[in-house]
């Protein structure tokens, strides 16, 4: 039945705590942090330390743990592109369900639960990490982004102006402008019926 690797670093051994209602422990652990933590562009690399701070309380129906997660996030910014590292702290709050306590009805369930007595930390570590990733991860909150033009970043060089349009085919249409310009200027009277 049990799957459950008791070494690996996400796995806790709820053994100490007891199954004696109300007993409590608290458990702070640093663990390398597993791959694909995170979503593509934004996330935590793997094997960079991720500190849990929870507290296992045993209950009825199985160990309730709470507290949080804090992890370095690495991505880049959304308007800018310039590599961002920021720190993200996140909050577990789990009951796992014991073993005996599950019936037939529960199978299909949401149900996170206790394998013997290990319990599986790794799915709320990144239901807590995912929840707290940027919807725009920015390297400022003012980011002016980059030249639509030429693609300069733009905080470092605000006044970047381009005189000219840059495309060939626009500096023909340019010039047909000033030509028409000068046009109506000899013509001042110039009307259409
Ligand atoms: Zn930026
Ligand atoms: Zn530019």
Redesign the pocket.
Known sequence: MTSLDPRAPLVLDTRELGRRPGSQREVSLTVPAPKDLGIDVLGVAEGSPVELDLRLEAVMEGVLVTGTVSADLDGE?A????PLHEQIVGDIQELYVYDEHQTPHDEDDEVSRLEGDLIDLEPQLRDAVVLELPFQP???PD?P?LCPECGARL?EDPDHAHDEPIDPRWAGLADLNEQLGQELDQHPEHKHD
Request: glycine share 10%; net charge positive.
């Open positions: 910014c308007r800018c592109l310039e920015m390297c400022r980011c982004g905080a």
